[in-house]
């Protein structure tokens, strides 16, 4: 066989679990004529979704060097981030990636270039890496022309399945892990209790044992968090401490997410604001942008509540991370996450120490992150296993 002049290598890699068991696919294929050259998969342990995409472009370079000796390599990924990060625009962070990536530019033939493709135009080798994960496939298979189907995109067997995959967005989601606080007297009193600003009583005794089964609960995942968050009201701050001391992790606090400013109605039930306060109480329900008396409005709340998650998924890009808060900042987060009114957080019931679990994936065309709610308000004791209920 000829050596082509110009070829195209076509790579990818995925995590069922991520991290869980990894593979990944590789295609090489002549530029100008589109017929496959080579292919190579196979499983990598366990491993993550981006290490596992690393693995198939560094498979898809040596099939490049090895069967296309002195061709120009044009690398097409799904993988935003992959290809960002080859192409010296975006910092690699973490130190698997690192030396996977350093691997990858070591055997790059010179000029090598890094073209993001739609998740659609890569079926091939997101085939590949899943029929390595299913059994089907374990190393380099050559070809001498195009394969029945090359080139055509799959067709996914729904919109609602394309846009719900975790690998329709490139990159690693950066994982929220949403936990209420545990109860205190105002919540079992049934009290407006704010944030900074407000009366904060400490955990009971039974809000501290909620804290304990949801940081019990959380160890079954402990290899794959980060850090714990939390807002640095007391009620909060207790909780996260029981919880990040079960997962031998630090405790960061962000004040973005503690809860609303109630003023002069902290510390009374909705009972007692409604006779002494009718009004203003009626006003605060039907505008969003209507603070209590010396408080914060909803609009003020969430305000504050996303600029606290920006800076959070900046700090912990691509990672796991658990974090404490109230009511309030968890509903916005939640409405935002769904692209949902900021009243529907009227109609969202969150029970005390529950724990709701939100991925924010970088949106190719903006850089923007897009929320996916993977479940709400789930209670740790006497339930199923957090890997029984649906993988994150």
């Known amino acids: 066989m000829v050596t082509p002049a110009r070829v195209v290598v076509e790579a990818d890699g995925g995590s069922r679990g991520n991290p869980g068991p990894a593979a990944y696919g590789a295609v090489l294929r002549d530029a100008a004529t589109g017929e496959v050259i080579a292919e190579d998969a196979r499983t990598i342990g366990v491993a993550t979704n981006n290490v596992a995409e690393y693995s198939g472009l560094v498979a898809g370079l040596a099939l490049a060097v090895e069967h296309a000796p002195g061709a120009t390599v044009e690398v097409r ?9 080859m192409s010296g625009r975006w910092r690699i962070k973490h130190a698997d990636m690192k030396v996977l990536a350093a691997q990858a530019a070591e055997i ?22 899943n029929e390595a994960l299913d059994g089907v496939r374990d190393g380099v298979t050559l070809a001498s022309g195009p394969v029945p189907g090359d080139g055509v995109p799959d067709e ?47 955990l009971s005794e039974e809000g501290r044992a909620q804290a304990a089964e ?23 701050r207790e909780t996260a401490d029981i919880v990040a001391a079960a997962l031998g992790l630090p405790v960061e606090e962000e004040p973005g997410f503690a809860e609303m400013e109630f003023g ?10 409604a006779e002494r306060d009718k009004e203003r109480m009626e006003a605060w329900f039907a505008d969003m942008a209507t603070p209590p008396p010396g408080g914060e409005s909803f609009v003020q709340v969430r305000e504050r509540v996303l600029a606290g998650l920006e800076r959070v998924l900046e700090a912990h890009e691509g990672r796991t991370v658990v974090v404490v808060s109230h009511v309030t900042p968890i509903k916005t987060l939640v409405a935002h996450a769904m692209e949902a009114p900021l009243d529907a957080l009227f109609r969202m019931e969150l029970a005390p120490a529950a724990v709701s679990v939100i991925a924010f994936w970088p949106d190719p065309r903006t850089g923007e992150k897009r929320g996916s709610l993977r479940f709400f308000n789930a209670l740790a004791p006497g339930r199923r296993t957090l890997r029984d209920t649906g993988r994150w």
Do not use: C
């Open 214 to 236: 949801v940081a019990a609960w959380l160890t079954e995942l402990k290899e794959s968090i980060d850090v714990v968050v939390a807002s640095p009201v007391r009620r909060t």
């Open 77 to 85: 990924m799904d993988s935003k981030l992959v290809v960002e990060q």
């Open 264 to 273: 002069e109605w902290d510390g009374l039930t909705f009972t007692e604001v």
């Open 156 to 202: 996914p067997e729904s919109a609602a399945e394309e846009a719900s995959s975790p690998s329709s967005g490139p990159g690693e989601p950066t994982t929220i892990v949403l936990v209420r606080h545990g109860v205190t007297p105002h919540t079992t009193g049934r009290r407006f209790s704010g944030g900074l600003g407000g009366d904060n009583p400490a």
């Open 108 to 129: 790059a033939p010179a000029g090598t270039t890094y073209t993001w493709v739609p998740r659609a135009e890569n079926s091939h080798a997101d085939r590949l890496a």
